[in-house]
């Protein structure tokens, strides 16, 4: 007998020990693609958000714990990606979750967050048209980025026809769809907008950059608003270059293209082509050479470039830092209440406030392709407010967001109801 209890005072002690353990800690899922044609870009976001972690435990955690990284691997699969979110709730008890790239993979995770009322904060530019109660949408929508890069191809280059190449999934189809409202009503005729898709991973770009060619022949300006998305984008520029197409004959745009997808290829041939984002590594701003240099120690690489999504995870991550401080606890509910309104130096020198719709204020930038593959900033404006819902679509401009005072996401300003869509993806 004595002996038996000896034995369960010994379990229950280690059965203590181990919740003491677990409640100590605050654990930060990490859903990002580390296999798989996005892990050319989402790979960082994870080293990103370790490094972000560690710089915070180095500060005491958040209130009073340590933070304790869960990282998965959704390996570019899409439900992949749903199932992964399910066990960093279910199955890991994650606080809090940053992670996907592509919208498909967003909308994957979708349904299991608003089930679970787990919260997400990603991190990438989206085709808008979503405001969930459970995600904070820390990258650019539209109206950051693919409307300011088109005026801007109107306006500064002059471009008469327009060549829209995406990879086929929501972000690029949804985004085009409002560029070619918004050129229209901008004069430009239908004929004179070329939309194609290709599948991820896509290689063979010999046909779609000579159909791209063709559209100049009767003397018009081309441009070509590019939302290609992770390793296709190679192909495609070592296509323009073999066709010899520069940036003085047909500009490109990139929504998805940064310093780091540039690092592999000889970019003598892309100088001067463009990519519009809400960050660049360029930045000449104290904050962001103290980043640079935090993740340089990091990685233990100084070749290692930054990127917008990389910031978008910064401001996203010290926004929840301070938000769960405020709040006292990392509750959801609390946590999103608190996250409205926060505000946190972005890298660029203004200064990103969370709005009611769950998205950023964020300037616009334009960014020109150098010759050591950075990019040399040409154009920037002042924080712009994120739009959940764009005003070039008609059944999207009667709505609106705001979980702050109308806890709705999608709120249509005519009728003054709020519609509920269940997400279905």
């Known amino acids: 007998m004595k002996l038996r209890m000896t034995s369960a005072l010994l379990g229950a002690l280690a059965f203590a020990t181990t919740a003491l353990a677990q409640d100590d800690t605050i654990k930060v899922g990490v859903l990002h693609s580390l296999s798989g044609t996005m892990a050319i870009s989402e790979t960082t976001l994870k080293d990103t958000m370790l490094m972000l972690i560690e710089e915070q435990n180095k500060k005491g955690g958040v209130l009073g714990k340590q933070l304790e990284a869960v990282v998965v691997d959704p390996a570019s699969d899409w439900p992949l990606f749903a199932e992964k979110a399910r066990e960093l709730l279910t199955v890991e008890n994650v606080d809090v979750m940053f992670g996907c790239w592509t919208s498909v993979s967003r909308k994957s995770v979708l349904p299991v967050i608003e089930e679970l009322n787990g919260l997400l904060f990603y991190p990438v530019q989206y085709e808008g048209e979503e405001s969930s109660k459970n995600v904070f949408y820390t990258g650019a929508a539209p109206n950051q980025q693919a409307i300011p890069a088109t005026d801007y191809f109107l306006e500064e280059l002059g471009v008469e026809k327009f060549a829209l190449l995406g990879t086929d999934y929501v972000y690029p189809r949804t985004t085009n769809n409002i560029l070619e409202s918004y050129l229209k009503d901008k004069g430009i005729a239908e004929e004179d907008i070329f939309v194609n898709y290709t599948p991820f991973g896509h ?10 060619v063709a559209l100049g022949a009767d003397g018009k300006k081309v441009g070509v608003i590019s939302t290609i998305n992770g390793d296709a984008n190679i192909g495609f520029y070592k296509e323009l270059a073999a066709q010899g197409v520069s940036a003085d004959d047909i500009p490109v745009v990139a929504f998805s293209v940064g310093a780091e997808a540039l690092s592999g290829l000889d970019t003598s041939n892309l100088v001067g082509h463009l990519a519009a984002w809400n960050y660049f590594m360029s930045a000449d701003t104290p904050e962001n050479e103290t980043f640079i240099e935090t993740w340089h120690d990091f990685i233990g690489d100084e070749a290692r470039v930054t990127n917008d999504p990389m910031e978008a995870h910064y401001i996203g991550f010290n926004m929840w830092v301070n938000a769960v401080e405020e709040a006292g606890t990392t509750d ?94």
């Open 203 to 212: 290689s063979d770009w010999s046909k779609i950059v000579s159909d791209v």
């Open 332 to 425: 959801v509910d609390a946590v999103s209440k608190a996250m409205i309104g926060q505000e946190f130096p972005n890298l660029t020198g203004s200064t990103a406030e969370m709005l009611p719709n769950h998205h950023l204020t964020k300037p616009v930038l334009i960014g020109e392709i150098l010759d050591d593959g950075q990019f040399d900033i040409i154009s920037e404006t002042d924080p712009v407010p994120g739009d959940a819902w764009t005003d070039y679509l008609p059944e999207s401009a009667v709505l609106t967001s705001d979980w702050a005072e109308l806890d709705c996401g999608m709120y249509n300003t005519e009728t003054e109801t709020c519609v509920q869509i269940k997400s279905n993806y």
